[in-house]
């Protein structure tokens, strides 16, 4: 294996076995993530909002973090292997929305959609100039 494929293995966390560790640490937190967050959104809501736009805010942030994290769960995605992350993630969003339609104090609203999909791009984007700083 060449210096290349050398700092490939180091980068995408699975070179060692405190790479390999750290890599399952970050998919059982990322799974956890992912299911609090269905629970709160299928939780009742209490109430109204701070302000106008707050949901879809929180779509935004929660769509980013969820991105920024799914990357060190599964690190070595390159090019055009960052569709499956931004494809589950869209699906995870598609599927919260649907189950909070089916129930009587949750409604369905393609805006959050919208907001889900700006907080996976935001997400990368932050990915992205994080690993021209760091090591990531």
């Not at 993530?33 to 929660?62: E, R, Y």
């Not at 994290?69 to 995605?77: C, H, N, R, T, V």
Request: overall charge positive; hydrophobic content about 50%; some cysteine.
């Amino acid at each position: 294996m060449g210096v290349q494929g050398s700092n490939h293995s180091v980068r995408s966390g699975l070179g060692s076995s405190v790479g390999k560790h750290q890599v399952i640490i970050w998919r059982l937190i990322f799974f956890f993530v992912l299911c609090a967050v269905m629970t709160f959104a299928l939780l009742p809501t209490s109430g109204t909002p701070g302000f106008t736009g707050q949901d879809k805010l929180i779509h935004l942030i929660v769509f980013s973090v969820l991105f920024f994290m799914g990357a060190k769960a599964y690190p070595g995605l390159i090019s055009w292997k960052w569709l499956y992350l931004y494809l589950g993630l869209f699906s995870y969003g598609v599927l919260m929305e649907l189950l909070q339609g089916q129930t009587s104090y949750r409604s369905m609203e393609a805006w959050d959609l919208v907001a889900d999909s700006l907080g996976l791009i935001v997400g990368h984007s932050a990915l992205k100039l994080f690993s021209k700083y760091q090591n990531f």
